[in-house]
């Protein structure tokens, strides 16, 4: 537990609320939401692993994470939006990048749309760099595509 907060392993029960998580952290910005479906299907997939947040034994937000050998790559991170600005990403976070070090993973990637400078600010305080940029990688409903930005954080 980091600041209040709890983890627990993201597991076939939790499909339907790991989708509504989704749904509500990336819906308002027109982004595609993962469905029950989507979810299972890469928790199925070989180093994919799945953590949920809790704040006073309420989830309030996820995180998906894929490993091949010292890599990983941030899947998705997603926090309610009643609960953002409230460290519950950076704590989430932190809680991601302690588990994969301690598994031996020593490079964590991850894309985040130019569009969510939140975002951005939760890599940069981490200390993640931009190390390249992805045209229109994220589609945005009837809005332009947005740009990703791929970010790398060395963890050993």
């Not at 588990?99 to 993640?128: I, Q, W």
Request: neutral net charge.
């Amino acid at each position: 537990m980091a600041d209040g907060f709890a983890l627990r392993a993201l597991g076939a029960l939790e499909l339907d609320l790991a989708s509504e998580l989704h749904r509500d952290a990336f819906g308002p910005m027109g982004e595609r939401v993962w469905m029950r479906q989507d979810i299972a299907e890469l928790l199925a997939s070989p180093g994919v692993s799945g953590l949920l947040l809790q704040a006073d034994g309420k989830d309030i937000g996820f995180a998906l994470c894929r490993a091949a050998a010292d890599e990983a790559e941030l899947l998705t991170i997603a926090v309610r939006p009643s609960h953002r600005r409230l460290g519950a990403g950076r704590a989430l976070l932190a809680m991601v990048v302690d588990r994969l070090r301690t598994a031996g993973v020593r490079t964590l990637f991850l894309e985040v749309g130019v569009d969510n400078p939140a975002a951005s600010a939760l890599y940069d305080h981490a200390g993640f760099q931009a190390v390249g940029r992805r045209a229109a990688y994220y589609r945005r409903g009837q809005a332009p595509a947005a740009d990703a930005i791929v970010m790398r954080l060395a963890l050993n």
